[in-house]
């Protein structure tokens, strides 16, 4: 099996896989959760319950406002405690739904299961989806029915299926593909006909053997579909990257999308709970997060609802095994650092990672020594380097001209630069100035 | 030498003619205003008018789309040099200058975790909006430093920015800029600032600030002018309201509230003058003032605040008080 | 024609009138700060060359020497060169404004650039034929353009840098030049 790796760049940081033998374990349904109207890329949701409400699980909390908007809903029985600002993820206080559990963990009956759903029309299907707040589960969280409803301006023939999970320490895709691979393929095909595509392939890095084998075995009576395995680099399970490697196609400059070049690719988890919620009408109220780094005491991949706090993800592993230095939320490349363990679970969390005090780097940043270490490494083909000195002296016109706004921020130039120089905040220091600035204009 | 001479007057009236008959074709029309606007302006570039250049501005005002007064920077001198030359009359509005309004530290307010990234405010709000636990809480990373045309920012030992009143102009790139929102622009002569902007509950407030304000309502209660008025958990400066008298100073429990450039001076009752009438005892509201009726009336230590009402009612003009200049010019006004 | 190749050769890389003659250094330093300008300038100054060239040698050949005043070559040939600039000055000034604001002052300053003048006078003092002259002028702005654009590259990248406070601004840029010029050192004796 040819393993395939063709974008420019990129780094190949320890794997640190160690959870990715124990298989997925449920967390029991918590008695509060905190359901943010907000984790999805585009317009936040209008609570649709007061205080008081009695909600049953799958019970819409929250209305999609606009067309890239999704709803929320309940992922526990139980009364409305409150709506209001609640810890987030991204740092600040922000609208959310309260729940507090009446111990039933009662499924409301509101949904409409399909048995036949390959016969539904593409509409009705991106319609369900939508409905249930599906959403991309590899972190982005952007709108899936929004992402299936390319416009005809952009003909697609191939869907990627997502399985690289690149980033270290993650292993929840990995289980997913080995414990629930006939929802993701089920998933795939419904995609696919909403796409109006026959081709899809399937992306694994070879450090899964595992699962590439298991994909292959079920999709022997698919011709549309097909395993690929990839060489093991960062940011391999980047959308543009994964475009380039698996069909040497390179999305454009300046704003360019993966439809652009006539692919979409969607992540397992989100291919999964797309299968979930044709099939059995079930919203998207639960996902799987590796809780691992070797701040915890026993890392698992745990099936948990979302809006469980995460200090109960902390504990179901045993709690911390020494002093803390940073729990993150995501991987360690791309993910958020918090500052508060309240913080609810939300539909992107694909991971926590927890670093203790002793593995957190210190030091500060040193001068530039041009070494050119962060250009070779940017697989977005940037020079991160000239791009920093510009965010640094405040050049934005300059940054702009030089692509500033197609970097994907994944963190390779941070990792590989020998003065530690904080690229990504610089870099994205620019990039938030140019678009206000933008705006303002 | 005759050739020599005839020689250089053909060529030079040659060149001449050329150059005349290319002056016609490629004529442009310049107002010669505009150089004489740019030479006044002070060459900054700051873009305080609201124009990325200074010459941008210099052609504005000569098309009239910009105001004579609208060099901030340059101030009263630049107005009514611009004036001069187009010819019009200058308003002149009170100067301005630029407030922090934060007091809290590193000593006074705690913070949410430990930030190790770029020493800029406008990328540390990126990271969950920066380390201070107060949202509204001024960073001290020094991004209204960098703005400033006129080096008129201080960064604290405390990690707060502290503006140089002697050196700002009031351009007012620093309010754009500052990522919190926290900078604002008063009239010079309005030396006393709440210094806080926090919108938060009064019991969140004290949790994250020893010096926040906690919507407890006393400057409210105590000012003479009904100059503070709440606004949410806030409570709000009415600058055109405000007499600067510092009373609502003192009886801060958090000490928010601060005067710039200095102390109130106390009064000095002249004793050749004093009456003894009583009337200063009398409406002095931090009891300050004492004597017997008929006797000369003397002003206790350290009680002044410098309201100065006991200047205004006086009868006899028998009060006096030392102030530093800006003040002259705004009793002057009073 | 392989003679005026090699003249030209000489000219621009050999004896560059910037970096080996050290003629026109004042707006080599003063519109090098961005390489718009400095195209730009570089234009201007490839026009006036050019023709100061031509213009000056005709009138040394004709008037000059016949009637025996070559003592008035200098205000001759400022009179030229200066009403070329004036000329230019004002076709920049109405085609590209923002050009004519980027250059500023630098423009007339064209005038009293000695590398202008110099071209002119070389010219004479070589005893170059009318095509020999036209060549070498436009060989020499072709030159000064050349060390204007290389130069005014290497200063928007010094302007990227960490450079130490006593050397900020004019002093690293005096340097980097002397640099330049070494480095040019390096055609020697490719035109005998």
């Known amino acids: ?441 | 030498m005759w050739i020599a001479l005839f020689c250089l007057s053909g060529l030079g009236l040659v060149a001449s003619l050329g150059l005349g008959l290319a002056a016609k074709r490629f004529a442009v029309e310049v107002d010669p205003r505009v150089e004489e606007v740019e030479r006044v302006l002070p060459g900054v570039n700051d873009g305080g008018c609201g124009y990325p250049s200074c010459s941008q501005f210099a052609r504005a005002v000569v098309e009239g789309k910009a105001p004579v007064n609208g060099c901030v920077a340059g101030g009263e001198d630049t107005a009514l040099a611009l004036a001069e030359v187009m010819g019009v009359e200058a308003v002149i509005g009170e100067k301005r200058v630029a407030v922090v309004l934060c007091k809290g530290g590193r000593e006074e307010s705690k913070t949410k975790f430990t930030y190790r990234g770029v020493e800029n405010c406008k990328a540390a709000v990126l990271v969950s909006g920066g380390d201070k636990a107060c949202p509204y809480g001024c960073l001290g990373l020094g991004t209204c430093k960098r703005v400033c045309p006129f080096d008129a920012v201080v960064i604290s030992e405390d990690g707060l920015a502290v503006i140089d009143t002697q050196r700002c102009t009031g351009c007012g790139i620093c309010v754009k800029e500052c990522p919190k929102g926290i900078i604002q622009l008063v009239p010079i002569g309005k030396r006393v600032s709440i210094l806080c902007q926090s919108g938060e509950k009064g019991s969140e407030v004290r949790k994250k600030c020893d010096v926040g304000c906690i919507a407890c309502e006393t400057c409210v209660r105590v000012c003479p002018f009904d100059a503070i008025f709440m606004e949410g958990n806030l409570a709000v400066l009415d600058h055109e309201r405000c007499q600067v008298c510092g009373l609502c100073i003192p009886r801060c429990p958090t000490h928010t509230i601060e005067a710039r450039d200095g102390p109130f001076p106390p009064v000095e009752i002249m004793a050749d003058k004093c009456s003894g009438c009583g009337i200063c005892s009398m409406i002095c509201p931090v009891s300050a003032i004492e004597g017997d009726k008929k006797e000369v009336h003397r002003v206790l230590e350290g009680r002044c605040v410098g309201c100065l009402l006991c200047i205004d009612r006086c009868p006899k003009d028998a009060i006096g008080i030392e102030v530093p200049i800006n003040s002259a010019v705004e009793l002057a006004s009073r | 024609m392989a003679e005026l190749l090699l003249l030209i050769v000489g000219v621009t890389l050999v004896n560059n009138f910037v970096l080996t003659r050290f003629l026109g250094i004042c707006p080599f330093l003063g519109v090098s700060k961005r390489t718009e300008t400095a195209v730009g300038m570089g234009m201007a100054v490839i026009f006036v060359m050019t023709i100061a060239s031509v213009v000056t040698w005709i009138i040394q050949r004709t008037v000059l020497t016949p009637f025996g005043i070559e003592y008035l070559q200098t205000v001759t040939f400022i009179l030229v060169i200066a009403s070329l600039v004036q000329l230019v000055e004002m076709v920049i000034q109405k085609t590209s404004p923002v050009l004519y604001q980027a250059l500023g002052i630098y423009l007339p300053l064209i005038t009293t650039n000695c590398a202008v003048l110099g071209v002119a006078v070389l010219n004479i003092q070589k005893d170059f034929s009318f095509v020999e002259t036209a060549f070498f002028g436009f060989g020499g702005s072709l030159g000064f353009t050349l060390a204007l654009v290389l130069f005014s590259g290497l200063r928007e990248k010094i302007a990227l840098a960490d450079v130490p406070r006593v050397f900020q601004g004019t002093a690293i840029a005096l340097i980097t030049a002397g640099l330049l010029s070494l480095a040019f050192m390096g055609f020697t004796g490719l035109v005998k």
């Not at chain 1, 049953?56 to 409150?82: C, E, L, P, Y």
């Not at chain 1, 995460?310 to 045993?318: S, W």
């Open chain 1, 1 to 441: 099996m040819k393993r395939l790796y063709l974008f420019q760049g990129g780094i190949h940081p320890s794997e640190q896989k160690f959870s990715q033998n124990s298989p997925i374990e449920e967390l029991k349904a918590p008695d509060r959760v905190v359901v943010p109207l907000s984790q999805h890329i585009g317009a936040p949701c209008q609570a649709t319950v007061a205080p008081g409400d009695r909600v049953r699980k799958g019970d819409r909390v929250g209305q999609a406002t606009g067309f890239v908007s999704v709803n929320v809903h309940a992922s526990i029985s139980g009364m409305i405690r409150g709506v209001g600002l609640f810890p987030h993820p991204l740092g600040r206080p922000l609208p959310a739904v309260e729940i507090e559990s009446d111990g039933e963990d009662a499924w409301t009956d509101n949904l409409k299961p399909h048995e036949d759903y390959m016969d539904l029309p593409p509409e009705a299907l991106t319609e369900i989806i939508r409905d249930m707040g599906i959403v991309g589960m590899g972190g982005a969280a952007f709108p899936t029915h929004v992402k299936l409803s390319p416009p005809k301006e952009k003909p697609i023939d191939t869907l990627i299926i997502n399985g690289a999970e690149c980033e270290p320490y993650l292993t929840a895709d990995h289980r997913l593909m080995l414990e629930e691979a006939e929802n993701i393929i089920e998933g795939a095909r419904i995609a696919m006909r909403i796409l109006g595509v026959d081709r899809g392939v399937i992306a694994i890095e070879s450090n899964k053997p595992d699962a590439i084998d298991k994909m292959k075995g079920l999709i022997e009576d698919i011709p549309e579909l097909e395993v690929l395995a990839l060489k093991v680099r960062y940011p391999q399970g980047a959308e543009k990257q994964l475009i380039k490697t698996i069909l040497n196609r390179e999305v454009p400059f300046s704003g360019g999308l993966p439809m652009d070049v006539g692919a979409i690719v969607q992540n397992v988890g989100t291919l999964s709970a797309i299968y979930k919620a044709v099939r059995f009408a079930a919203p998207l109220i639960e996902r799987i997060t590796t809780v691992t780094g070797s701040g915890v005491r026993q890392p698992k991949n745990l099936r948990v609802r979302i809006g469980t706090p995460t200090k109960a993800l902390i504990e179901a592993c045993g709690g911390f095994s020494s002093e803390v230095g940073k729990v993150i939320m995501g991987g360690p490349m791309m993910g958020v650092s918090q500052y508060s363990l309240e913080v609810p679970v939300v539909k992107g969390t694909s991971g926590i990672v927890v670093q203790p005090f002793s593995e957190v780097e210190e030091g500060s940043a040193q001068p530039c020594i041009r070494c050119g270490s962060c250009v070779r490494a940017c697989p977005a083909r940037l020079m991160p380097t000239v791009l920093g000195v510009f965010a640094q002296l405040d050049m934005f016109e300059e940054a702009q001209r030089y692509d500033v706004m197609d970097c994907i921020e994944c963190g390779c130039c941070n990792y590989v630069c020998p003065a530690k120089i904080p690229l990504v905040q610089l870099l994205r220091y620019a990039k938030a100035e140019i678009l206000t600035r933008r705006k303002a204009a």
